[in-house]
């Protein structure tokens, strides 16, 4: 190998060796970092593995709502916030996107409700004042299904009552709402134990479809054949029987309510299955009504004013209602060229049956028929009476009036016609009119004219007798005063001579004494004048 021959001025420089390396060694410097990746991997790995589900739930609108900030709770704890708030596809909604912690994940299931939580005034009351200061949130209800689910439609109002609430759902079907919202109360006896959830109008327009939450224990207390009904507000029933006012609370009168009842006589059978539909009733009066099966109807004429009845009047016999008025009508008759007023009636054989001590069979349409014509016969009518004088509410009466005219029942007719007899009320206006009659016939003017001359006579009589009383108060008076004067001295006088230091005392007192010396000396010649009776014709022997 050659070299270069070296400048002599640069000898001094040393010459640098080449070094062949051994083996890879690693510095301490790159220690630190390699740490800080690991453990930064470690720490996203761990931020993966505990983060929790990402849903979405759609609102109608975000007021209140804002990204990061809004927190979503379940019982007042936080399980997760708002990330992401956007607009819809379709700009009708707004779509929240939320994560909750890993714990919630089981709870993400079909029937779980979320709504949005913050300051509201109701007619029920006022709920979620504390947002007016922590600012709105979102609120969980877990619900019960197994199905899982990531998304979500928001509720626009809270639920009534939370799923793990206990107690039973009902669903009942009434014709009309009243004033019933959602949170009205539910009733029984008085004592709220429910409350209604919601309410819709059916398809076709016909009825409500009100939704019920009761409370448990109370929900044991609803059957089958327990009634429910309206009672918003005041109930008041103007009928035969008087002026009834029925309510529940101040809160019904208020929100509305529903109330339920168990009639006493229904036959003891299990609790009712969720979700059983009841006919929802107006009142208390029609829910507690009797379902009547059998009905036989008929038509009854009157002669005089219906003024006073209404349709639902009852028809009694002997005060128990066994029937009530369906209809009142009005008919032209050619015969008579005059319009008259059906009634038709409904009656119900069955409430009489039930009442019977022994166990009545139901009896055929032949049966029926003899047995009302034999009824008839013997006095069976039809008569309006008035129930309450303060309300003059009419009802229909059936009862016997053997004096009646001879009818019968026309079968030919449908419905039949019942035989009627005049009322009471009318029967008393034509002896009042008759009344009415005969004093109109009275010469009243005649005994005006002799009442104003008795009149007269008295008046000349008080005149005369007035001026005797001014005679007796001018002469007789003051003799009269002179004589009791005199009266008065008479008697002082009479007073000193009967004192006891008085002289005519002084001598009765002497003459008593006198008279008793001579009573004494009677008794001793009586007394020997018996021992001896010679001395009359003798004298008295000398001792």
Do not use: C
Not at 410 to 418: A, C, G, H, I
């Amino acid at each position: 190998m050659l070299r270069t021959p070296i400048d002599p001025g640069i000898s001094d420089i040393p010459e640098a060796a080449v070094e062949q390396k051994r083996g890879w060694t690693v510095s301490l410097v790159w220690l630190i970092p390699a740490v800080a990746v690991v453990i930064g991997g470690w720490l996203a790995v761990k931020a993966i593995q505990d983060r929790g589900p990402t849903i979405t739930i759609t609102f109608k609108t975000a007021e209140g709502l804002e990204a990061d900030k809004t927190k979503i709770k379940y019982k007042n704890v936080d399980v997760g916030v708002v990330k992401q708030i956007a607009i819809s596809a379709d700009r009708t909604r707004v779509v929240v996107t939320a994560e909750l912690v890993k714990q919630a994940a089981p709870y993400l299931v079909e029937d779980t409700r979320f709504w949005v939580v913050s300051a509201h005034i109701a007619a029920g009351g006022v709920s979620g004042l504390g947002t007016l200061f922590s600012g709105a949130y979102i609120g969980v209800d877990i619900g019960k299904s197994s199905k899982r689910q990531q998304q979500f439609t928001g509720l626009e109002v809270a639920p009534v009552v939370g799923a793990d609430l206990p107690g039973r759902q009902f669903v009942l079907r009434g014709p009309e709402l009243g004033s019933l919202e959602i949170g009205s109360p539910v009733y029984f006896r008085r004592v709220q134990v429910g409350r209604v959830l919601a309410h819709e109008l059916e398809r076709d327009g016909t009825a409500v479809t009100v939704k019920i939450f009761v409370d448990a224990p109370y929900d044991q207390y609803v059957n089958p054949n327990t009634r429910f009904w309206n009672a918003s507000g005041i109930d008041v029933i103007a009928d035969a029987t008087g002026v009834k006012i029925h309510t529940q609370s101040v809160v019904a009168l208020l929100l509305g309510g529903i109330a339920f009842e168990t009639p006493a006589d229904s036959s003891v059978v299990q609790p009712a299955d969720e979700q059983h539909v009841f006919p929802l009733f107006p009142d208390h009066s029609q829910a507690m009504k009797r379902p009547d099966v059998e009905v036989v109807p008929f038509t009854m004429y009157f002669s005089e004013t219906l003024r006073g009845l209404s349709v639902g009047a009852a028809v009694d016999y002997s005060g128990v209602p066994i029937g009530e008025v369906k209809s009142i009508g009005a008919e032209f008759d050619p015969a008579t060229t005059a319009i008259r007023i059906p009634v038709e009636v409904a009656l119900y054989p069955e409430r009489l049956r039930s009442m019977s001590r022994e166990t009545v069979a139901k009896p055929t349409p032949a049966e029926r028929k003899a047995r009302l014509d034999g009824l008839v016969e013997a006095g069976l009518r039809a008569q309006l009476r008035t129930g309450s004088l303060l309300t003059n509410q009419l009802y229909v009466a059936l009862d016997f009036f053997p004096n009646a005219p001879k009818a019968k029942i026309d079968w030919t007719k449908t419905p039949p016609e019942l035989p009627t007899v005049h009322g009471g009320l009318q029967e008393l206006q034509a002896t009042l009119g008759n009344i009415a009659v005969k004093i109109e016939k009275l010469p009243l003017d005649q005994v005006a004219m002799d009442l104003r001359q008795a009149l007269q006579s008295l008046n000349r009589t008080l005149q005369s007798a007035d001026v005797l009383v001014k005679r007796l108060d001018t002469e007789v008076a003051p003799a009269a005063r002179e004589a009791l004067e005199e009266s008065r001295r008479t008697l002082k006088t009479t007073e000193r001579t009967l004192n006891t230091d008085g002289p005519l005392q002084q001598d009765l007192r002497g003459a008593l004494r006198e008279l008793t010396r001579a009573a004494q000396s009677l008794r001793v010649l009586g007394d020997y004048l018996a021992s001896h009776p010679e001395a009359v014709l003798l004298g008295k022997k000398r001792e």
